[in-house]
T-cell receptor, first 113, second 117 residues
Framework: QQQVKQSPQSLIVQKGGISIINCAYE??????FPWYQQFPGKGPALLIA?????SEKKEGRFTISFNKSAKQFSLHIMDSQPGDSATYFC????????????FGKGTKLTVNP | DADVTQTPRNRITKTGKRIMLECSQT?????MYWYRQDPGLGLRLIYY???????NKGEISDGYSVSRQAQAKFSLSLESAIPNQTALYFC????????????????FGAGSRLTVL
């Protein structure tokens, strides 16, 4: 049973547009929700993360929106740039449990010039 | 130099061969992990280790074994490789969990692409 469902599988956005990637989870014990960014030929790297005590976290052009009641969270990339083209993974875990981190299946984002 | 180094970066082998993927880190982290990435399936945990004397199975450990030779070294072995083990393998590290948010941050290597013919 997939614990974190991510959509869409792929996304094409024009430069300057908004990219939105969605994730949903079932386990209400999850309390840490990171997003990882992976460029071709590289390993994933932490982009931004949120805990459920806040509904939104923003870092530059990247924003996580969190809806605890709906058990959903999303990544918004404002003013998308070609350099943002990468695969994005959402994930979730229980507090302190790096080994319990469950990843979504990933979204391949392409930002066209 | 990279914080987490994986060797080899690419390997082609034949069914039935024994393969070892190696990982070393300079982060000073206690915790090390092996993940497998397949297109459309995301990242799945194979094994993890909290210290040299601690080895734990992950979600998909069948067909794999690991060895934690030192705090900084964690290797993944395929005793008898099969074609459905063709994948991209990642080693990762994290700091000891102290309850803080930093404990959950994984630092990944660049990956080892394995092809089993």
């Amino acid at each position: 049973q997939q614990q974190v469902k991510q959509s869409p599988q792929s996304l094409i956005v024009q430069k300057g547009g908004i990219s939105i990637i969605n994730c949903a989870y079932e386990n209400t014990a999850f309390d840490y929700f990171p997003w990882y960014q992976q460029f071709p030929g590289k390993g994933p790297a932490l982009l931004i993360a949120i805990r459920p005590d806040v509904s939104e976290k923003k870092e530059g052009r990247f924003t996580i929106s969190f809806n605890k009641s709906a058990k959903q969270f999303s990544l918004h990339i404002m003013d998308s740039q070609p350099g943002d083209s990468a695969t994005y993974f959402c994930a979730a875990s229980v507090r302190g449990g790096s080994e319990k981190l469950v990843f979504g299946k990933g979204t391949k984002l392409t930002v066209n010039p | 130099d990279a914080d987490v180094t994986q060797t080899p970066r690419n390997r082609i082998t034949k069914t039935g061969k024994r393969i070892m993927l190696e990982c070393s880190q300079t982060k000073g982290h206690d915790r090390m992990y092996w993940y497998r990435q397949d297109p459309g399936l995301g990242l799945r945990l194979i094994y993890y280790s909290f210290d040299v004397k601690d080895i734990n199975k992950g979600e998909i450990s069948d067909g794999y074994s690991v060895s934690r030779q030192a705090q900084a070294k964690f290797s993944l072995s395929l005793e008898s490789a099969i074609p459905n083990q063709t994948a991209l393998y990642f080693c990762a590290t994290s700091a000891h969990s102290g309850g803080g948010s930093g404990a959950n941050v994984l630092t990944f290597g660049a990956g080892s692409r394995l092809t089993v013919l």
